[in-house]
């Protein structure tokens, strides 16, 4: 396995002997997926033995898997042989050359989000090479996060530079045969992050992709693995209100936390991929398995997500409470509109003593946007003096969309206590009635009667992320009244 | 200021306003009274431009532009308030937030600068003090878990706010309780003002000795039959409808 960046040019030639086809200027792998496949995409990021071993294992348990089609989502066939499964970071010439060259929808959007300028070349991947004022706010963070001892790169820079890390937990909240993504994930995934609080220490900042260098080439197997050790706290924002410009159809991230005794993981999404056009042509496949375990006693972990773009979601933030006096929490808002279907919820697994958990969602539906709540609640024998409380809401715009709830309850202790509360509702005419007689236009109405929907859940999240996700709701909302 | 002409509307088939005629200017405070059924709300709601209504015939004129052709939300930003029977409740979204978009909303229709939070609490104080609102209600959901007596203290709250030049009290006194009828028409009463014309909407004659009509006006069946100054109301309340109906059908 010994081998150098040069060998990337020999490895390239030798895996055209072997029938692929390499188009040179981009370093994309031609279609298809096979043990090769896996073995190049290894040797390309110089892992070590026991990761190629790891995803071999992922790949041959993928190939007995079948396509899960339990989730109330209609999904055309994926042909995964037609998928390329490694692309080298893009050379800066294949995007647009300034921001005169994008779409001016796009311009616009960013705009009515308030995405600062230099932002927003970036994130319509303009091929610049100016330096941004992030990558220097970047470089007084790397610093400040060193002095603290957190850990906090790539997840390729992660398995060369802290093996015995990724060998010890990869994999251990989330195993290669968890389910059909999760396994795919495993074997071919791309980059991603990776956090390492040690014992007693409070990240002195939120950690958010934004400022992880590179973090724009993760592609679509994505994948993430927290881990605050005892006594740590650690908050970790993903994602961006601003539409980026993706390519990739399927993206299937993998995202595993690992809390230690006292410890606390806050771990908050904003997802706003692409979601298809208003008649539903194109749009993002998001396929993601994120869990957390509260390993150690007295730790918590708490996912918000505010979910608004892509075409299909399916996606289950959930909490494995080991511990005993562990916490877990999940706060959700997703939204579907025009032809989106979201399927999404989360898991809670009570397994120690008195640990308890919360589970607030709230899904907006509007257009013909098809908007699932599936959530399970499972107190194992274990898990003496359990608690739960679940809310989940739905609203309707129009009458061409759907809410669909699945709660799932599995009680295995007498001593548990569960509480479900849920409601569905449509955005009343006379609620809108009312705004608009005190002045406010129905545009604004429809944002404020959803804002104050979502409103328990936008205050799980940092302040500014909270600002974004309301402005990202009314843009994501634009047009579906009236 | 107020100029309605021989209006006629109905909800689906049902036709409710048959022919109503009324001249409301400036400074005028008018009482719209009549039996359940006669229209009163409706001729409210079309004024305010709620959906559902279908106006078949007439006009109504607000400061010479034609108000059943503008939009709710514009006909608020101009000045026309509705004082709701049945105040809404929208949960989650705080009473200042949306107080604040609709003052803003009017200034800025009004040519106004839009204010901040600071100057708008600092507005907002004097007023709910009028209304003997407590300042916890600023951060509660609109109208949420208000009782009955709130949420119509919330509406004249709103209008002393807003300071519109034509306001519509519908029904503003039903489901108030003595007290609680006496703030509200403080609050009413200290928003006369020679610029500002009142309708109120009601079905006794209690509000009006709160609040003292200029013109009381008797609406049955669509059309106003009668239309008087205060004593009329009083002897209403001592008459009943029944004897209008009569002198004008004898008419």
Known sequence: ?????????????????????TDVESDTLPPGLDEDVVRVISRIKREPQFMLDWRLRALRHWQTMANPDWAHLRIAPIDYQSISYY????????????LDEVDPKLLATYEKLGVPLHERARLAGVAV?????????????????????????????????????????????????????????????????????PQGVRCPMELSTYFRINAANTGQFERTLIIADEGSHVSYLEGCTAPMRDENQLHAAVVELVALRDASIKYSTVQNWYPGDENGVGGIYNFVTKRGECRGANSRISWTQVETGSAITWKYPSCVLSGDNSVGEFYSVALANHYQQADTGTKMIHIGRNTRSTIVAKGISAGRGQNTYRGLVKILPSAEGARNFTQCDSLLMGDKCGAHTFPYMEIKNPTAVVEHEATTSKIADDQLFYSRSRGVSEEDAVNMIVNGFCKVVFKELPMEFAVEAQNLLAVSLEGSVG | MLSIRDLHAQIGVRKILKGVNLEVKPGEVHAIMGPNGSGKSTLASVLAGRAGYEVTKGTAHYLGDDL??????????????????????????????????????????????????FEFLALIKDKMKLMQMDESFLSRGVNEGFSGGEKKRNEILQMAVLEPKLALLDETDSGLDIDALRVVATGVNSLRSPERAIVMITHYQRLLDYIEPDFVHVLSDGRILRTG????????????????????SAA
């Open chain 2, 68 to 117: 059943l052709a503008l939009e709710p939300e514009e006909r608020a930003r101009r000045g026309v308030f509705l004082a709701f029977q049945y105040p809404v409740e929208i949960p989650g979204v705080n009473n200042a937030y949306l107080l604040k978009a609709a003052l803003n909303a009017v200034r800025k229709q009004r040519g106004l600068q839009e204010l901040d939070a």
């Open chain 2, 229 to 248: 100054d205060k004593s009329l109301a009083l002897e209403l309340e001592k008459r009943g409808y029944d004897w209008v109906k009569q002198e004008a």
């Open chain 1, 1 to 21: 396995m010994a081998s150098t960046p040069t060998d990337l040019d020999a490895l390239v030639a030798q895996k055209y002997q072997h029938g692929f086809v």
């Open chain 1, 87 to 98: 692309s080298a970071p893009r050379a800066k010439t294949d995007g647009p050359k300034s």
């Open chain 1, 129 to 197: 090479d100016a330096v941004f004022d992030s990558v220097s706010v970047a470089t007084t963070f790397k610093e400040k996060l060193a002095r603290a001892g957190v850990i906090f790169c790539s997840f390729s820079d992660a398995v060369r530079n802290h093996p015995d890390l990724i060998e010890q937990y990869l994999g251990s909240v989330v195993p290669y045969a968890d389910n059909y993504f999760a396994a795919l994930n495993s074997a071919v995934f791309s980059d991603g992050s990776f956090v390492y609080v």
